[in-house]
C-alpha cells in the first residue's frame, strides 16, 4: 500500500516544477491527484504522464487568486471523488527588483494576490470540503527559506512567504481548537531547480541582469552543501506531512534547503 493510498489530493500550480513533482509523488503513492494551474498544455502533460504509469489525476484550469475559481474546482473535486484528504497550496510567483524603491506597486500586489491570496482561498475553501466529509486531512502550504529569512532583492517576496508561514500556524491552531482532525504544515525550499528563477530573472533582480542566475554557482556560493536542490527533493517532504507517518505535526515549518537557512 502507498503511504496516501486512496486519498485525493488536490496541488495548485502543478503544471510544473515543485508542484509537479508533488504530483507525480503523491499519485506514485496512491493518491488521486487533482492538478489545478494556468498553463492547461502543461499540466495536462502531467496528468498523461500520471496516468500512463498506472496512477489516478485530473486536470482542471485554475486562477488561484480568484474565489470564484476556488468553489468551482471545490465542487468538481466533491461531485467528482466526494472528498478532499490534502491540499497542496503550491501556486506562487517570484518577482524581485534591485531595490523595493523601483517595484512597481502592480507587481507587489500581483504577487501577493497569489503567493497569499491563493493561500487564504485555499484554506478556506479546502477546508470546508475535508471539514463536509469529517475525515481530517492535510494541508501543506508552500513557502521558501525567503520566508524565515530576508533577501535584499526579493523583499516584496519575503513578505508573501513570511505570511504564508505565519498564516500556516494560525490556522493549525485553528484546526487544532476545532478537532477536525486536519493538520497544517509549511515547507520551505532552499535554491530548487524551477521555473520561478526565470520570472526573477526577468524582473531584474540577479545583479541587474535579466538574466536567470546560475543556480550551479549560486548554490556553491550560498549553499553549506555546496549544490542546488531538484523539485523531487520537496515532494518527498510534502509526500510526508500528507501521510499519516506525520500524523502529529501541525503547525510546523520543514526547511529543505541544504543549510541555507542555518548559515
Known amino acids: 500500500m502507498g503511504k496516501v493510498e486512496g486519498k485525493v489530493a488536490l496541488v495548485t500550480g502543478g503544471a510544473s516544477?515543485?508542484?509537479?513533482?508533488?504530483?507525480?509523488?503523491?499519485?506514485?503513492?496512491?493518491?488521486?491527484?487533482?492538478?489545478?494551474?494556468?498553463?492547461?498544455?502543461?499540466?495536462q502533460q502531467v496528468v498523461a504522464e500520471i496516468t500512463g504509469a498506472a496512477g489516478k489525476a485530473r486536470y482542471l484550469?485554475?486562477?488561484?487568486?480568484?474565489?470564484?475559481?476556488?468553489?468551482?474546482?471545490?465542487?468538481?473535486?466533491?461531485?467528482?471523488?466526494?472528498?478532499?484528504?490534502?491540499?497542496?497550496?503550491?501556486a506562487g510567483i517570484g518577482l524581485g527588483s534591485p531595490s523595493i524603491?523601483?517595484?512597481?506597486?502592480?507587481d507587489f500586489q500581483r504577487q501577493q494576490a497569489i503567493n497569499v491570496d491563493g493561500v487564504f482561498l485555499g484554506m478556506k475553501h479546502g477546508l470546508l470540503l475535508m471539514r463536509e466529509a469529517g475525515n481530517g486531512?492535510?494541508?501543506v502550504n508552500m513557502s521558501s527559506v525567503?520566508?524565515?529569512?530576508?533577501?535584499?532583492?526579493?523583499?516584496?517576496?519575503?513578505?508573501?512567504?513570511?505570511?504564508?508561514?505565519l498564516f500556516t500556524k494560525a490556522v493549525a491552531l485553528e484546526c487544532a481548537a476545532a478537532k477536525d482532525g486536519?493538520?497544517?504544515n509549511s515547507v520551505h525550499p532552499g535554491i530548487i531547480e524551477t521555473p520561478i528563477w526565470l520570472g526573477i530573472g526577468a524582473s531584474g533582480a540577479a545583479g541587474g541582469s535579466n538574466a536567470p542566475p546560475d543556480l550551479d554557482a549560486l548554490s556553491a556560493m550560498a549553499v553549506p552543501m555546496g549544490v542546488k536542490g531538484v523539485p523531487e527533493d520537496i515532494a518527498q517532504g510534502v509526500l510526508w506531512l500528507s501521510s499519516e507517518d506525520a500524523?502529529?505535526?501541525t503547525g510546523a515549518e520543514l526547511?529543505?534547503?541544504?543549510?541555507?537557512?542555518?548559515?
Open 17 to 43: 516544477g515543485i508542484g509537479a513533482a508533488c504530483a507525480r509523488r503523491l499519485a506514485a503513492e496512491g493518491a488521486t491527484v487533482v492538478v489545478t494551474d494556468l498553463q492547461d498544455d502543461k499540466g
Open 61 to 90: 484550469h485554475h486562477d488561484v487568486t480568484s474565489e470564484e475559481a476556488w468553489v468551482e474546482v471545490m465542487a468538481e473535486v466533491k461531485r467528482t471523488f466526494g472528498h478532499l484528504d490534502i491540499l497542496v497550496n503550491n
Open 101 to 106: 524603491t523601483t517595484m512597481s506597486l502592480k
Open 137 to 139: 486531512g492535510s494541508i
Open 146 to 165: 525567503a520566508g524565515l529569512k530576508g533577501s535584499p532583492t526579493l523583499a516584496a517576496y519575503s513578505a508573501t512567504k513570511g505570511a504564508v508561514r
Open 182 to 184: 486536519v493538520r497544517v
Open 247 to 249: 500524523r502529529y505535526v
Open 255 to 263: 526547511v529543505i534547503d541544504g543549510g541555507i537557512s542555518i548559515r
